[in-house]
């Protein structure tokens, strides 16, 4: 399995074992990157509020999930984006 597997199934995006060490996948990971990649391209807080955590927990799946490869994040003036690796 590579390392970085991910599933589409039905439009849903399963992150699995290889990402988070199992089969097991944290709602808020599978939550807020699912949220990234529904939007393409999305700021901490606009995915915070829109899947009911918190900025800082947001914040904290966001760059885990750019030190794994698994989003991208650009940063331009005062507002840094995050958008999903295909």
Do not use: N
Request: without cysteine; charged residues 20%.
């Amino acid at each position: 399995m590579p390392d970085k597997a991910v599933f589409t199934v039905f439009g849903v995006i399963l992150i699995a074992s290889a990402l988070f060490g199992s089969l097991s996948v944290k709602s808020q990971d599978f939550e807020t990157l699912h949220a990234v990649r529904i939007q393409g391209i999305a700021q901490a807080d606009g995915v915070a509020e829109g899947i009911g955590y918190s900025t800082d927990t947001v914040q904290l799946v966001l760059d885990d999930a750019v030190a794994r490869g698994l989003a991208k994040s650009r940063t331009g003036g005062r507002v840094q984006e995050f958008g999903a690796q295909p």
